[in-house]
């Protein structure tokens, strides 16, 4: 089994496990044999939803609340004791930000601040991994790519948000989990920042991805607000394959990697987003893009990349698909989504081929244990 076989039978709690990512990392915690609690807001996050079309909720521990109420978090995990916790839940999307800050920085910073404490005034979680952003860095529109030791920034809400939420986490570290101490209160504790995660079940709005698919499963035209903008896309697949390795590492290692980490693309130097619309519409067979602007599009950064130097040479980690390979899996994806295929089923089939791909890298995690 992957990652050493440390999530059979493991409760294992996931919060936001409706959403684009969490409801992948559902999915690949229930073929790892865990045994997964998922925490998250009562209504789905998108219509459609990756996780209502991979019906997961009848295979997990299906736990709705806000991540903003305290004792709703407490509850959640005083009752059904999970060892690690994986934190994904937030408002993710810049644009949204803008037009909801309160609600972004209570979701995002609030929302960390009570995962924290409610591990705290429990006793069941050895390791948490708190997943924040590549947009907590202060951008400098830089040609190299942020590493973890970079100044945190907020240059929108969003950014904000979460480069708050990675100063809760390391103060809780300093004050209440510090490293020194582990033997005391058991908990290990690592933030994650990953570059712009696309993949299949992706259908919010204000991402290009979700926003090419949609277009192209309806015959529209492509509307791409920053044609020259650069981000590290990067496959969903890839930021859970660090995640789950990571969780596994402070499992078995306590908090000797309990700091910051970068799960970034292997192009870093990053895709514009007009070349990424035109793979995806030759991919498509079909189909056009066209430039728009609408409100608010200037508080988009126009050059970002990430570094994930760290977790090669410290987890032996390193991604597995380049950029064209993640745009082949997400066309695959939809295409099987547009035709009615079983999406549990194609959704299982990703993850299976992309462990088979990082077997035959030699990734250590991908190893049968």
Known sequence: MPFTNTYSNLPVLITGHTGFKGSWLTTWLLELGATVIGFSHPEPPTQPSNFVASGLSERIIDVRGDIRDFDAVRQTIA?????????????????????????????NAGGTVNVLEAIRQTNSVRALVSITTDKVYENQEWLWGYRESDTLGGHDPYSASKAMAELAIAAYRSTYFAPGDYDNHGVAIASTRAGNVIGGGDFADYRLVP????ALMDGRPIGVRNPLSVRPWQHVLEPLSGYLWLGAQLLRRGP?????????????????????????????????????????AEVETGLLRLSWD???????????YTWVDALTEITDWFKAY??????GRVTRDHIGRYTARAAELGLPWAEES
């Open 211 to 214: 926003d090419c698919m949609k």
């Open 256 to 296: 000797a990697l309990g700091e910051a980490w970068n799960f970034g693309p292997l192009e870093q130097k990053g895709v514009t987003a007009q070349a990424l619309a035109e793979k995806l519409v030759e991919l498509w067979g079909s189909g056009a893009w066209e430039h728009t602007r609408p409100g608010f």
């Open 338 to 343: 547009q035709r009615g295929d079983d999406m």
């Open 310 to 320: 760290k977790a090669a040479h410290r987890l032996d980690w390193r991604p597995v």
């Open 79 to 107: 009752t059904h004791r999970p060892e690690i916790v994986f934190h994904l839940a937030a408002q993710p999307i810049v644009l949204r930000s803008v037009e909801q800050p309160k609600l972004t920085i209570d979701t």
